[in-house]
């Protein structure tokens, strides 16, 4: 005979296994959900050898940017220093005007003249009074250049055509040309002085006196022969701009107060204190 058993269940139950209300024991991928139903994930330590490529590629990172600075610092620190300052320094050179050759009598044989050139920007004509953004037509700025340089309308609207900048119009203006042109105003029209050589006598004295070329250099005579002492010493004016063309102020040496005090004391200075101040 077979003995039966029978397998008693607590009052409410179904018979089947019930659940931990922690869900799925520990251990199983590492994670487990708590009584809030929040996850909550086991750490677990980093192999050694990951932590030490980490720390390698980070030196090797900062040893390469101390290097590159470095270099930039101290090898090509002179070289970028002057190339920055020659980005921000503007050289005008002088005109390179020549001395005057007169004759015994005094009469001029040689001299210098302002003259200059007329370009114009098609792209930014403004006339005054108008909005600053505003371009005016070329026939209007034509029409006005028109009365002033004795040139028909049509001959300078047909000089500027369809190109939008860097336009000469005219060369070898006189000055009093080139001050009506200036007192007219207008926006996109640049003149540029140059020095131009003249001869009043003519072929007169052409042989001893000599000329210069288009790029006043002196050819023959005394233009060629006196070329030092014609020329004048003239000093290249330098002025720094920022990045948007702002003018910066040049640094200059101060006086040592030293010097100063020297100089007032000496006895040449002492001397002139003595002189009477005639009004």
């Known amino acids: 005979m077979r003995s039966t058993s029978t397998r008693r269940h607590p009052p409410g139950g179904s018979g089947r296994q019930q659940r931990s ?34 720390y390698l590629l980070l030196c090797a990172a900062l040893g390469g940017l101390a290097v590159r600075l470095a270099w930039l610092q101290v090898v090509n620190g002179d070289r970028l220093q002057a190339r920055a300052r020659s980005f921000q320094t503007l050289s005008v050179k002088p005109l390179g005007t020549r001395r005057t050759i007169v004759d015994r009598m005094g009469r001029l044989v040689a001299l210098d003249e302002v003259r200059f050139t007329l370009w114009a920007h098609p792209r930014i004509f403004n006339m005054p009074g108008d909005p600053p953004n505003a371009v005016r037509p070329v026939a209007d700025v034509a029409a006005k250049l028109a009365g002033v340089m004795a040139l028909p309308k049509e001959q300078l609207i047909t000089l500027i055509g369809n190109r939008s900048s860097g336009i000469r119009l005219a060369t070898d203006l006189d000055p009093e040309t080139a001050e009506k042109i200036k007192q007219l105003g207008i926006s996109g029209l640049d003149l540029i002085p140059f020095p131009q050589r003249v001869y009043p006598q003519g072929p007169l004295f052409a042989n001893v006196v000599g000329f210069l070329n288009q790029e006043r250099v002196p050819q023959a005579g005394l233009e060629q022969s006196r070329d030092h002492d014609l020329h004048r010493q003239e000093t290249t004016l330098t002025m720094r701009r920022g990045a948007d063309g702002t003018p910066l102020r040049m640094a200059s040496r101060p006086v040592p107060f030293t010097a100063m005090t020297s100089v007032s004391n000496s006895p040449w200075t002492r001397d002139c204190s003595r002189w009477p101040i005639r009004p």
């Open 21 to 54: 209300p922690l869900g799925p024991r520990a251990g199983s991928g590492g994670q487990r959900r708590s009584a809030g139903n929040h996850r909550i994930v086991d750490l677990q330590p980093l192999s050694p050898g990951r932590l030490l490529t980490v």
